[in-house]
């Protein structure tokens, strides 16, 4: 089975720039969460949504929104890049709402210059 | 406000000893906790998990140990190979009052292990 895939690998914007990220969770499974990810810290939250629904929102601004289609499969958007979005977004699904094991994505790297 | 720590950036181990990573947590609404390992270029990947029910899980060469009145959890590899050399990371989730658990894992700042042959 495939697991969670996410496209594209690695993007390069420029500050000001609008940017969307897709993910494509494990098959079956509902559940999909958004991580971001800077060099040296550990991945922080950013969205959860299950059955379509958003079911959490972590400490980042209105700039960042997501969606997940009735296929399960979501998107992350990004408007008015800043510098300090650089970073690795990464993509997890789980069968459940979210709050047991997730499955990652290899995560998209995003470049803002 | 760091709510998961991992204090040590990194450790070294000889390859075939004890590898042991440690986390400590500050929320005490925390009821299920994850290690993750991860490489460069990669997603995390699942590791092992324990529920805040028990103290003790194991699966082959990775036991994770949780403290609840300490707050503390920790892994063991045992033996440690050089493969295991990664970022290992730990994380936890918390339900809400109603008892639904979040789908938001906050995670520690993470460990490099580094296993010398």
């Known amino acids: 089975d495939a697991g969670v895939t996410q496209s594209p690998t690695h993007l390069i914007k420029t500050r000001g720039q609008h940017v969307t990220l897709r993910c494509s969770p494990i098959?079956?499974?509902?559940?999909v969460s958004w991580y971001q990810q800077v060099l040296g810290q550990g991945p922080q939250f950013i969205f959860q949504?299950?059955?379509?629904?958003?079911?959490g929102r972590g400490n980042f601004p209105d700039r960042f929104s997501a969606r997940q289609f009735p296929n399960y499969s979501s998107e992350l958007n990004v408007n008015a890049l800043l510098l300090g979005d650089s970073a690795l977004y990464l993509c997890?699904?789980?069968?459940?709402?979210?709050?047991?094991?997730?499955?990652f994505g290899p995560g998209t790297r995003l470049t803002v210059t | 406000d760091q709510q998961v720590k991992q204090n040590s950036p990194s450790l070294s181990v000889q390859e075939g000893r004890i590898s042991i990573l440690n986390c400590d947590y500050t929320?005490?609404?925390?009821?299920?906790f994850l290690w993750y390992k991860k490489y460069p270029a990669e997603g995390p990947t699942f590791l092992i998990s324990?529920?805040?029910?028990?103290d003790k899980n194991e699966d082959g060469r990775f036991t994770v140990f949780l403290n609840k009145s300490a707050k503390h959890l920790s892994l063991h590899i045992v033996p440690s190979q050089p493969g295991d050399s990664a970022v290992y990371f730990c994380?936890?989730?918390?339900?809400?009052?109603?008892?639904?658990?979040?789908?938001?894992?906050?995670f520690g700042q993470g460990t490099i292990l580094t296993v010398h042959p």
């Open positions: 997890a699904s789980s069968l459940g709402t979210g709050g047991e094991k997730q499955y």
């Open positions: 098959s079956g499974h509902k559940s």
């Open positions: 949504y299950y059955e379509k629904e958003e079911r």
């Open positions: 929320n005490s609404m925390f009821d299920y």
């Open positions: 324990i529920s805040s029910i028990k």
């Open positions: 994380a936890a989730s918390e339900r809400n009052a109603g008892g639904t658990s979040y789908g938001k894992l906050t």
